[in-house]
């Protein structure tokens, strides 16, 4: 009898190593996808999205398969222009979705769908037993969490009362999250990353009219990308020979003296992206913290741009007065007779001051800390020993083979993950560049010893 592969998280990740293993896996392979329903072969990135948020990625580079990389811009039939664009992440959505009945269809293996959520998972003497929401519970030789990020948790600040107010919105993923603001609502938004840009976008799309008053520690907005894309360029000589030294340091300081000579930062950004995993690797943790203190905001900014548009609407808001921008920290956040009341402290002053608003939503971002997680299946798997977290909060520990490693620092067999709890092994590893090759790796590596696939026939049945 074959083995038994079971994929927890039915995002990007679980749908592309579901997608590679289908291809590969014979007659004699079960495969069980489990996943949140309302998301099921999208995840919350692009499932839960709306109209008015846009891939932070062109479409000629968003393909499921390593192999072909322009596979999504072919499957809608773009011509150049198209290709060159950031359309909205419905689109990818349904492309996702697609891709994976694709596979299902065509696959040997004997997949089955599990639009529920995962609660625990506890070890076995022949693998893993998986408990899920609706009260069924199964065995599996093989478990991968592909669960990608973790719920956010809770802000530091927020009073008991605030908490549960519907003033407060800590995920505003949720469907109907942000129908109950006012359109002349103040807002407050703890965060300046890729979540306040997508917060924004949709309160705009509503016709939102009050103020967005947006906080982080240091402030920094996702810059944009080029309306025209580049040519990609080489790295300078010293830069790649502080990579393979990884000499942090040296890298930086190449990458400014190029920009300084006039070289597009853009550039420099995207040419560093193949050579991030293996510098990485090279740090040790020391390195590894510094640079999450002092250079992670800055990094991310130009990293993880976001769509022209998307920056055009912004840039309006904030030369309208409606949006403004600040390097703050909430200090205490609380419900009162007369409202929503928040004590911020600026970046660089001792004083704090307290102002009012209407509405306070958390827009964080990333969450990967196991430690402090709520999530109930990865906190209990963590809490029984199973898991390993990465000392810098950067999700879990793993080998060069994505096997877990226990409380002990074992990797265990047939416990594996991929996504962004790879980020304490990786860091580049929340995009779909890299993702999608981690996927192939994982899925070659969780068939072995390779067998030769059978005839395709379709055996798919979704279980509700």
Known sequence: ??????????????????????????????????????????????????????????????????????????????????????????????????????????????????????????????????????????????????????????LPGIGPRLSVHPRYIGWPWQPGALDGIAPDARVLIVGTGLTMVDVALSLQARGHTGGLHAISRRGLVPQAHEAEAGPALELPLAVQQALRAGELTGVLRGVHRAVR?????????????????????????????????????????????????????????????????????????????????????????????????????????????????????????REAGLLQADPLGLGVVVDEDFRVHDAAGRALPGLYCIGPLLRGALWEITAVPELRVAARKLARHLLEPARAVAAPRTLLRVVG
Not at 280 to 287: I, Q, T
Not at 299 to 325: C, F, N, S, T, Y
Not at 328 to 342: D, F, H, I, S
Request: hydrophobic residues 45%; glycine residues 10%.
């Open 1 to 154: 009898m074959g083995k038994h592969i079971t994929l927890i998280g039915a995002g990007f990740c679980g749908a592309a190593l579901v997608r590679e293993l289908a291809y590969r896996a014979d007659a004699s392979t079960r495969i069980t996808l489990v996943g949140m329903a309302d998301s099921f072969g999208s995840g919350v990135a692009y499932g839960a999205a709306r109209p008015e948020h846009l891939l932070n990625v062109r479409a000629r580079d968003l393909g499921i398969d390593p192999d072909e990389p322009g596979g999504f811009a072919d499957a809608l039939h773009l011509g150049q222009s198209g290709r060159q664009a950031f359309l909205p992440r419905l689109a990818y959505a349904d492309y996702l979705r697609g891709e994976l009945s694709a596979a299902m269809a065509s696959a040997a293996a004997h997949i089955v769908c599990k639009p529920q959520e995962a609660i625990a998972a506890e070890r076995t003497q022949r693998g893993y037993r998986i408990f899920l929401a609706n009260g069924e519970a199964f065995d599996s030789d093989q478990l991968v969490l592909a669960v990608g990020a973790l719920a956010p948790q809770a």
């Open 261 to 381: 000579a006039g070289a597009p930062w853009r550039g420099m950004v995207d040419a560093l992206r193949p050579h991030l995993q293996p510098l990485w690797r090279k740090l040790d943790g020391r390195r590894r913290a510094s640079f999450l203190r002092h250079l992670r905001p800055y990094w991310e900014a130009a990293r993880h741009r976001v769509a022209p548009a998307a920056a055009g609407v912004l840039a309006d808001l904030r030369a309208r007065g409606q949006l403004e921008l600040e390097a703050a920290r909430l200090l205490r956040a609380r419900w009162t007779p007369e409202g929503l009341e928040a004590v911020l402290r600026r970046r660089g002053e001792e004083d704090s001051r307290t102002e009012r608003y209407d509405v306070l939503i958390r827009a964080t971002g990333l969450d990967t800390d196991i430690d402090r997680t709520s999530d109930p299946l990865i906190a209990g798997m």
